[in-house]
């Protein structure tokens, strides 16, 4: 009976006017979008960062460094990446498009079949967390120069 009665609070059939647009369909629609479109930043990110590689000269690895004497920050620049290290880049963007690709899937799943309004929001939520897990660990615990 409980499943029953999520399932009608979800489709929200009785509704007019503008709570018809807070139903479960048209909210899970906008988390899906909202759920693709992170994922998407990330790929995004994956492969910025492997054009940047790609960009690089080929040769013995070479990083130039020049501090600002106003500021006494130093700057470094990658002037030359060996091969093997190139091969490695390539090798962890395809995993990160795997990785990608499976939490579309996953992702998707775990929004579909969510029956309640409020736990299909939880779960919107919970899916972002999970994505940006890994930076607020790094701001959280990594050290800052200065």
Not at 36 to 41: D, R, S, T
Not at 75 to 90: C, E, G, Q, T, W
Not at 96 to 109: E, K, M
């Amino acid at each position: 009976v409980d499943l029953v009665e999520n399932i009608r609070k979800y489709l929200n059939s009785e509704g007019s006017g503008i709570a018809l647009f807070f139903s479960g369909q048209v909210l899970c629609l906008v988390a899906l979008i909202c759920w693709y479109l992170m994922v998407a930043k990330e790929v995004s990110h994956a492969l910025a960062l492997h054009r940047g590689v790609a960009a690089v000269a080929r040769g013995p690895t070479e990083i130039a460094t020049r501090e600002n004497p106003f500021t006494q920050v130093t700057y470094y620049r990658l002037v030359r990446m060996a091969r093997r290290r190139k091969i490695m880049s390539a090798l962890l963007l395809l995993y990160r498009l795997v990785a990608a690709g499976f939490l579309i899937y996953v992702g998707t799943f775990f929004l579909v079949y969510t029956v309640n309004v409020t736990e299909l929001i939880l779960n919107a939520v919970a899916l972002g967390i999970i994505l940006d897990i890994d930076d607020l660990l790094f701001d959280a615990l990594a050290t800052t120069p200065g």
